[in-house]
Structures are given as structure tokens and as C-alpha cells.
T-cell receptor, first 109, second 115 residues
Framework: GQNIDQPTEMTATEGAIVQINCTYQ??????LFWYQQHAGEAPTFLSY????GLEEKGRFSSFLSRSKGYSYLLLKELQMKDSASYLC??????????FGKGTMLLVSP | GAVVSQHPSWVICKSGTSVKIECRSL??????MFWYRQFPKQSLMLMAT?????????EQGVEKDKFLINHASLTLSTLTVTSAHPEDSSFYIC???????????FGPGTRLTVT
């Protein structure tokens, strides 16, 4: 089976750095994705990790440790528009994506 | 980038009626399309996976006779919610895969409300 855990909510201040953690137990592993989803909208792709280590893309970075079943999404220089839900998703053995419940991030001034 | 459209973006229907939702890949051919359902403050739950020209594979707990999926072409998949009930009210999102692991694109979603 698949189990993906991430915090339900987080708050942070504009300009700050926030780290959103994700742990997973899955049958098979073919990569971990992070998506951003604003309310009432479809998810948009942020990052993809299949090998251990850090992937950096502008203000967003994502880290993966396959042996620990652990990933995090790091958001730097937070902006108000970063307030959204962040979804951790794992592609398992059958190549389908399983999503975590999402972490609602609220950025305050 | 690749674009996936859904139609309608929102729909209200009466209990007992059927509703069809279309998912189209606009500028690429989708080898596989996925249908997800998302309840408020919940994650996306995969309902079914469909490949063009073959029967959809449904996830456990999803009634295939209630949620009819037709993947008629490489650019179009439809989800029909038959005999809709208020508990079917949800946000339905389709996703289309072009090929590689990163090439999965999401539609804008369809908000279904059953009264």
C-alpha cells in the first residue's frame, strides 16, 4: 500500500524560509513530486526527485532521501502568493501518482 | 507547455441525473489519462487510469458502473457520473501523460455539485 504523510498546516512570514516535510511508505518507488495547488485550481508541478539529494529551482528546492523515505520542499524568500496547498506525491511501482493530503501554507505580511 | 482542458469548469445537477466531464490534451497526444477526485481539504484521490482504446483501470472502492470512463482518442477522455447523488459532489481533476515521468499535466478541474 501507499502512505504519505505531511503536516496539515504551516504558517510563515513574508521573506522567510519554510521547509515542508513529507514521509512516505510505498510499494515501489519511481520518483517523488511536489505540486502547488491554489484553492479551486488544479495542481501545478514544482519539482521532481528520483535520486537522493537536493534539486534547486529558483526559490524552491526539494530534497530526497530514499533510504529514509523522506523528502522536503524548501521555499525561500516567501511571497504572499506562495500561500497555497503543497502536495507531496509519489510515483509507485505501477507508475501512478499517489498524493499526500497536502500542507496548507499561509504566508502573512 | 502542454495544456489540458476540462469542460465544464463547474456544473450543478439534480440527484439521479448523469453528468459528463470532458478532458482534452490540447497540444499533445496523451498515452494515458487519469481521473482524480478531491473533497474539500483532502488530497487528490486517483479514481481510474485509462489508456486510449482500452478499458479503464479503476482504483479499489471506485464503482466502474457509476463512473464511466471513455478514452476515445489520444486527446480526449470523458468521465460520466451516472445517477449522481449529493455525496458525489466534489472537484474532479483529470491528468494526461505524454510520455516521460515528468510529462503529466493536470486539467483545471471540474466542480460538481449535486443537489
Amino acid at each position: 500500500g501507499q502512505n504519505i504523510d505531511q503536516p496539515t498546516e504551516m504558517t510563515a512570514t513574508e521573506g522567510a524560509i519554510v521547509q515542508i516535510n513529507c514521509t512516505y511508505q510505498t510499494s515501489g518507488f519511481n520518483g517523488l513530486f511536489w505540486y502547488q495547488q491554489h484553492a479551486g485550481e488544479a495542481p501545478t508541478f514544482l519539482s521532481y526527485n528520483v535520486l537522493d539529494g537536493l534539486e534547486e529551482k529558483g526559490r524552491f528546492s526539494s530534497f530526497l532521501s530514499r533510504s529514509k523515505g523522506y523528502s522536503y520542499l524548501l521555499l525561500k524568500e516567501l511571497q504572499m502568493k506562495d500561500s497555497a496547498s503543497y502536495l507531496c506525491a509519489v510515483r509507485g511501482g505501477y507508475s501512478t501518482l499517489t498524493f499526500g493530503k497536502g500542507t496548507m501554507l499561509l504566508v502573512s505580511p | 507547455g502542454a495544456v489540458v482542458s476540462q469542460h465544464p469548469s463547474w456544473v450543478i445537477c439534480k440527484s439521479g441525473t448523469s453528468v459528463k466531464i470532458e478532458c482534452r490534451s490540447l497540444d499533445f497526444q496523451a498515452t494515458t489519462m487519469f481521473w482524480y477526485r478531491q473533497f474539500p481539504k483532502q488530497s487528490l484521490m486517483l479514481m481510474a487510469t485509462s489508456n486510449e482504446g482500452s478499458k479503464a483501470t479503476y482504483e479499489q472502492g471506485v464503482e466502474k458502473d457509476k463512473f464511466l470512463i471513455n478514452h476515445a482518442s489520444l486527446t480526449l477522455s470523458t468521465l460520466t457520473v451516472t445517477s449522481a447523488h449529493p455525496e458525489d459532489s466534489s472537484f474532479y481533476i483529470c491528468s494526461a501523460r505524454a510520455g516521460g515521468p515528468l510529462e503529466q499535466y493536470f486539467g483545471p478541474g471540474t466542480r460538481l455539485t449535486v443537489t
